[in-house]
């Protein structure tokens, strides 16, 4: 079993106070969205949990496991078991997905798998998210469609198997069959249906999720435990999956109007 532990964070970007004492729990076997209006600091909690250099912590514990993830380099953050999925993932010419996924799986697990049995894991994975084989010798996210990157960084949790993931934006620009598809790709991981490879599943019990979202298309699909809005770079509010309902139906303008008043 493993614990995420925000404490007290804040977070500047080029100087400007974006985060401002976000406080979060986020254990094995559960499943949080936040949720919030555009510019309330959720992409930012993402990279600044991942070691991303352009954030800034001013103050705060991110905790996994009670080891200090801001002590940490991007790389030792993977290894100890966090993820990110990225909104926007950069193009890399020259690496093909196939070579970047067995470097990722090799720097994560600690020692190379072997070419046959990385192969029939990979090729495991990529049927389950309907991906073509050759997507496995293009160049990692180039040329990629919207729906191609999401499924690739579903195929990345899958593969690397960590103990809590973030997932930035994951629905942003799918259609409703590719959303489906990666929804049940995030589902697998969490230990819900069935897994991929021959161990039954991916995750489940000893697994997180903290899935940032602006609407609650990706929530029918991916059932949480918590639901966090985000207003103003702080939660100010909390609930079951009955909050994303409210907020499905009446928006997040009150919360906009008095994160404004109180700044």
Do not use: C, W
């Not at 925000?6 to 106070?17: F, S």
């Not at 191609?148 to 960084?153: A, G």
């Amino acid at each position: 079993m493993s614990t995420l532990e925000i404490r007290d964070l804040h977070v500047a970007v080029d100087g400007k106070q974006i985060l401002n004492g976000v406080e979060l729990t986020v254990r094995s076997g559960k499943t949080h969205a936040i949720m919030g209006p555009n510019g309330s600091g959720k992409s930012t909690l993402a990279y600044a949990i991942a070691g991303h250099p352009k954030y800034t912590v001013t103050s705060g514990r991110v905790l996994l496991d009670g080891e200090d993830l801001l002590e940490m380099s991007v790389d030792e953050r993977a290894r100890a078991g966090l993820f990110l999925a990225m909104q926007y993932p950069v193009e890399v010419p020259g690496v093909s997905v196939s070579n970047f996924l067995r470097s990722a799986v090799t720097a994560v697990r600690g020692e190379a798998p072997k070419l046959r049995e990385f192969t029939k894991e990979l090729k495991a994975g990529m049927d389950a998210l309907a991906i073509d084989p050759a997507f496995a010798q293009r160049n990692l996210n180039e040329g990629f469609s919207g729906g191609e990157k999401k499924r690739h960084e579903i195929l990345q949790l899958e593969l690397l198997k960590p103990k809590i993931a973030v997932l930035d934006e994951t629905d942003s620009g799918l259609d409703v069959d590719a959303l489906r598809v990666v929804s049940e790709g995030i589902n697998r991981f969490r230990g819900v249906g069935e897994g991929v490879g021959e161990d039954g599943g991916t995750g489940g019990k000893d697994t997180g999720v903290l899935l940032i979202t602006h609407y609650t298309r990706i929530l029918r699909y991916v059932k949480p435990d918590f639901v966090h809005v985000f207003a103003g770079g702080r939660i100010v509010e909390e609930g079951g999956p009955e909050l994303a309902d409210r907020l499905e139906a009446e928006g997040y303008e009150r919360y906009a109007q008095a994160a404004k008043a109180s700044a």
